[in-house]
């Protein structure tokens, strides 16, 4: 059961729309679920998608209900890098571009579907929707992500992350001087009140913290810095919000005032640069790393 109070952003909004943001599928699949009686208002169940929801009520959805879909499938077509892979876990580095597992719009040619035709015993690990995911990268995001490859792997993943276990490194390029070389933005992270699209700093909002360090700065054509940001925490878009938040978006953003003219990015200049991590069954401690890909290094190379 997946449970979410109702920020002030989404007040109104009806509750299959609720339903199909909370479990990421379609509307006619949200639909359907609340017709089924899989999701509730303050405990009391709805059989009715048009019900508008009101701030501070909440929702609970039973994922379970989502009306049956086709298994992703193998495609070995997709194309990524395997970084490491033992009998426990695979890491790979994904490219910008595509999406980690299926899901509204993006039936397949995603991660998963990649994963499932170079490591096919992974359909059994996790969940069924998107077996083997632990963790996961916007589709413009590029670099490092950890797989399990055992049901073993995949509960002593996902506890060392709910734990702040694992290190996520990333490289970013961003607009202007930050004041201080090192520093940390904690502040909460949830739906914007203005666009529900969207997320945003809001006092309603989960905890959220990101450090970062200024690697390099740029004064030609404009002013800009190159950063190495830690996630402590992983909310939706965590390192684009906090950094438009302090006045320095990442170039190329253009839902956080990331495009600008200066600079030209082919995408959000973002990459999952390292991973650390203790083996989940071992115990070794491990460190993974991914060079900036062509992209985004000449947008770095074009800059003095």
């Known amino acids: 059961m997946i449970e979410e109070e109702i920020p002030a952003a989404l007040a109104g909004e009806r509750l299959d729309r609720i339903v199909s943001l909370i479990t990421s599928c379609s509307r006619s699949d949200a639909a359907a679920l609340v017709a089924a009686g899989g999701a509730s208002i303050d405990g009391e169940v709805q059989h009715g998608g048009k019900q508008r929801v009101q701030q501070g009520q909440v929702v609970a959805v039973d994922p379970a209900l989502l009306p049956s879909t086709q298994l992703p499938a193998a495609d ?8 490491h892979a033992d009998e426990h876990l695979i890491v790979v580095d994904k490219p910008a571009g ?19 035709a170079r490591f096919p015993e992974i359909a059994d690990v996790g969940e069924s929707h998107r077996p083997g995911i632990v963790h996961r990268l916007d589709v413009g995001t590029s670099g490092l992500l950890a ?10 993943l996902v506890d060392a992350l709910s734990s702040r276990d694992v290190g996520r490194i990333y490289r970013t390029l961003v607009w202007g001087h930050l004041d201080n070389a090192v520093g940390v933005v904690d502040a909460p992270i949830g739906r914007d009140h203005r666009d ?8 309603d909002g989960k905890p959220a913290r990101t450090r970062f360090r200024v ?17 402590e925490t992983g909310r939706t878009h965590q390192i684009r919000v906090h950094l438009a938040a302090i006045g320095h978006p990442v170039v ?5 005032g990331g495009v600008r003219s200066g600079i030209v990015s082919p995408r959000p200049f973002l990459h999952a640069a390292a991973l650390e991590l203790h083996h989940p069954v071992t115990g070794e401690p491990l ?14 190379a074009s800059l003095s």
């Open 196 to 203: 529900a699209m969207r997320m945003a700093v809001v006092v």
């Open 215 to 231: 690697l390099r700065e740029f004064h030609v054509p404009v002013e800009a810095s190159s950063l190495e940001c830690r996630l």
């Open 252 to 256: 190329g953003d253009g839902t956080y």
């Open 287 to 300: 460190r993974f790393e991914a060079v900036l890909p062509d992209d985004l290094a000449q947008v770095e």
């Open 147 to 156: 797989v399990a490859r055992t049901e073993r792997a995949y509960h002593s």
């Open 98 to 116: 595509l999406v980690v597992h299926p899901g509204a719009g993006n039936p397949d040619h995603t991660l998963v579907n990649g994963l499932l």
């Open 76 to 83: 070995a077509t997709v194309e990524f890098t395997v970084v």
